[in-house]
């Protein structure tokens, strides 16, 4: 388990690549603004990318299930994580649009910025909540609580390395 868990480590170190400064400097380059930007959102959807594959490698190497249970669990957490991408899109999109704004932010925007960063958790709450019970329908409760603490565990470091990397909010006074 400890080995699973420092591949998500290393797997959340490429997020260091993405963080607002590296996009800020990207944008300031000498490159096209356009290109630019689309090379960081390539960037950006193949780390995501990268990022869920390990993410099921991990839940399947750490979570036991027997045949019958994989049968039922898989296409439900394939469902499930498709709806955590269309949250972590709003993320994505929340983190590049402080990248955009840092250094030159008003106190509107750090506050627009923040209501909705914390309106994403709760929306990654409320789709846990949801699927409780629909996990719960096809793998035994005890099988559940594991997935859904291997689930935190692996957004928490994903979280931890992202919020490392971003500068806070600077005060223009």
């Known amino acids: 388990m400890k080995k699973n868990i420092a591949a998500v480590v290393?797997?959340?170190?490429?997020?260091l690549l993405y963080s607002p400064r590296t996009c800020a400097q990207a944008q300031a380059s000498s490159q096209p603004a356009t290109?630019?930007?689309?090379?960081?959102?390539?960037?950006?959807?193949?780390?995501?990318?990268?990022?869920?594959?390990?993410?099921?490698?991990?839940?399947?190497?750490?979570?036991?299930l027997t045949a019958d249970q994989a049968t039922k669990f898989w296409p439900v957490y394939e469902q499930?994580?498709?709806?955590?991408?269309?949250?972590?899109?709003?993320?994505?999109?929340?983190?590049?649009?402080?990248?955009?704004?840092?250094?030159?932010?008003t106190d509107e925007q750090?506050?627009?910025?923040?209501?909705?960063?914390?309106?994403?958790?709760?929306?990654?709450?409320?789709?846990?909540l949801k699927?409780?019970?629909?996990?719960?329908?096809?793998?035994?409760?005890?099988?559940?609580?594991?997935?859904f603490q291997l689930d935190r565990r692996i957004q928490a470091l994903l979280d931890i390395q992202l919020a490392s990397q971003i500068p806070l909010v600077q005060d223009q006074k």
């Open 10 to 15: 290393v797997l959340a170190g490429v997020c």
């Open 35 to 64: 290109n630019a930007q689309s090379s960081i959102d390539q960037n950006i959807q193949l780390l995501r990318k990268d990022i869920r594959s390990g993410r099921k490698q991990l839940v399947a190497a750490n979570l036991t």
């Open 80 to 105: 499930y994580t498709a709806e955590v991408s269309k949250i972590g899109d709003q993320k994505t999109e929340l983190v590049k649009e402080y990248a955009a704004q840092w250094g030159n932010m």
């Open 110 to 128: 750090a506050m627009s910025l923040l209501n909705r960063s914390l309106a994403v958790d709760e929306q990654v709450t409320q789709l846990r």
């Open 131 to 147: 699927y409780m019970p629909i996990f719960s329908k096809v793998v035994p409760g005890q099988v559940v609580a594991s997935f």
